[in-house]
């Protein structure tokens, strides 16, 4: 599921930031040819020879792993290979560990959160046990498949019809494979014995896998990634927007009341007190009415207004002495201004409903204000014994807030206008790859139309003896000798 969710816009964008330049080099790379397994090399040393000749090898074909390894040719060209691919898998390592910071922050929350629960949960557990269980999601889970298969996850770009090449694809799983090992510090051995002598480099990768496990660890925590605090979601103008029914609210909230206790176990948690203060299950009346968060909110909305033209030494003060005709004026000149603002506001951007009622004068403010005080106070949502200090204090704290919410909006819009762009050259990608396969159909449905056409001639199908012996080939081993490419509507693994 994290990894799902992180497959999203911003997620794919750190993936192909990191891995797109290195997958890029072993692509381009057309004589790399990474084969790490005896038998195959001993197969390919095998079919060259046959191909110089001209005449069939009298080595037996099929060996075991054992038996390929005796060859001094197989030993030198398995040298060969090794080196090449610990020269690429160093290339990935390095673009990997430098690219903490670009992994998306959620995904490394995660990881932070089921290394310290983890060590909470087997306390007698090693670091490096614990980072072993990270770097299954990290790497193996998260930018594993990436590299194996970085078509399928859009890391590179396919011309429309166009697929990755056998080697191109066993060159990346070798890579892969070895990364795994390193990141989970697992050695070759066993039926792998001929590739010990890469133990030793897989054991000093892991030690930099591990830094990196580490870093990515080693985050800020939600409140202060985010700037949220208890007084957040009083000041958000823009709500977060959900889609939920009525009914979908009661069932949660009678869902909540029944399973408080297996939900929250602790007898401190909030989530006691907020059932607490919701009471029992509302019914669909009671939801259609306004909220005390959103009276507190239209009303601190209406203070601002009030005091940024009437000032005073109290909250009750201002309320109860009468604004001057100057600072009347200077008011209705504001709300006019704000008017013509909100007039070329966008009708998409508009509020469905506006919050406070700019009609109103500032005397109308003031006396909507205390309506709207003396209904909280029967709430105990504010307290007139400090005349409403605690209010102001709270508009003070929001006030200090909203520059950071901008620069946060202006952070997202960034963001945004970079996945729509994104977005639309990926539009135009699958648009070339339908047009490809449509293509393509018509071509296949007019040569089956054409061959219908055709007449045969009696005896066509009679095949002549031929005077030569001659040699069976499975397709399978015709490819592996290079004489047969490929084939026309058939992958190559097939």
Request: net charge positive.
């Amino acid at each position: 599921m994290v990894v799902s969710f992180h497959r999203g816009a911003r997620g794919q964008n750190a993936l192909r930031q990191i891995l797109a330049p290195v997958v890029k080099e072993i692509m381009d790379d057309k004589t790399l040819n990474i084969k790490t397994d005896p038998v195959d090399i001993y197969k390919g040393w095998v079919n060259q020879m046959e191909s110089q000749t001209g005449e069939a090898s009298k080595l037996p074909y099929d060996v075991t792993p054992e038996q390929a390894m005796t060859h001094e040719e197989v030993r030198t060209r398995l040298e060969a290979s090794i080196k090449h691919m610990k020269s690429i898998t160093d290339k990935f390592l390095s673009a990997i560990i430098v690219s903490v910071d670009k992994i998306p922050y959620g995904m490394r929350f995660i990881s932070k959160v089921l290394k310290d629960t983890l060590q909470e949960k087997f306390p007698d557990s090693t670091e490096d046990e614990l980072l072993k269980i990270v770097g299954n999601l990290l790497y193996y889970r998260y930018m594993n498949p990436a590299i194996v298969a970085p078509d399928a996850f859009d890391i590179i770009e396919v011309s429309a019809g166009g697929q990755l090449t056998t080697e191109q694809r066993r060159n990346l799983g070798s890579v892969a494979k070895m990364l795994q090992h390193a990141a989970s510090n697992k050695m070759f051995l066993g039926d792998n014995a001929h590739l010990n002598p890469i133990n030793e480099y897989l054991s000093s990768s892991h030690q930099k896998f591990r830094r990196f496990f580490l870093s990515a660890c080693d985050v800020p925590s939600l409140e202060d990634k985010f700037n949220v605090d208890q007084y957040s979601d009083l000041v958000t103008v823009t709500k977060p927007v959900i889609y939920i029914s009525i009914g979908e609210i009661i069932n949660t909230h009678t869902l909540l009341l029944d399973h408080q206790d297996a939900i929250a176990p602790e007898h401190n948690d909030p989530i006691h007190e907020l059932l607490t203060d919701l009471g029992d299950v509302p019914t669909v009346e009671s939801l259609i009415e306004m909220d005390a968060k959103t009276l507190l909110l239209n009303t601190k909305r209406l203070i601002v207004d009030v005091i940024r033209f009437q000032p005073g030494e109290t909250l009750t003060e201002i309320l109860d002495s009468t604004a001057s005709p100057e600072q009347e004026a200077e008011y209705q000149r504001a709300m006019q201004r704000r008017a013509i603002r909100d007039a070329k506001t966008p009708e998409k951007m508009k509020q469905v409903k506006p919050v406070v009622d700019d009609s109103l004068t500032l005397q109308g403010k003031k006396d909507k204000i205390k309506s709207n005080l003396q209904r909280l106070a029967e709430l105990g949502k504010v307290h007139p014994e400090n005349r409403y200090q605690d209010l102001i204090n709270d508009i003070a704290k929001d006030i200090r807030n909203q520059r950071r919410y901008r620069q946060r909006r202006k952070a997202e819009l960034v963001k945004l206008q970079q996945t729509n762009s994104g977005l639309n050259s990926k539009t135009t990608f699958y648009n070339m790859q339908i047009d490809s396969y449509n293509q393509y159909i018509k071509t296949c449905m007019d040569n089956l139309a054409s061959k219908g056409k055709l007449s045969r001639k009696p005896g066509d199908n009679k095949a002549k003896k031929s005077k030569q012996v001659a040699q069976k080939y499975t397709a399978a081993r015709l490819k592996e000798k290079g004489v047969l490419i490929s084939i026309d509507d058939l992958q190559p693994n097939q």
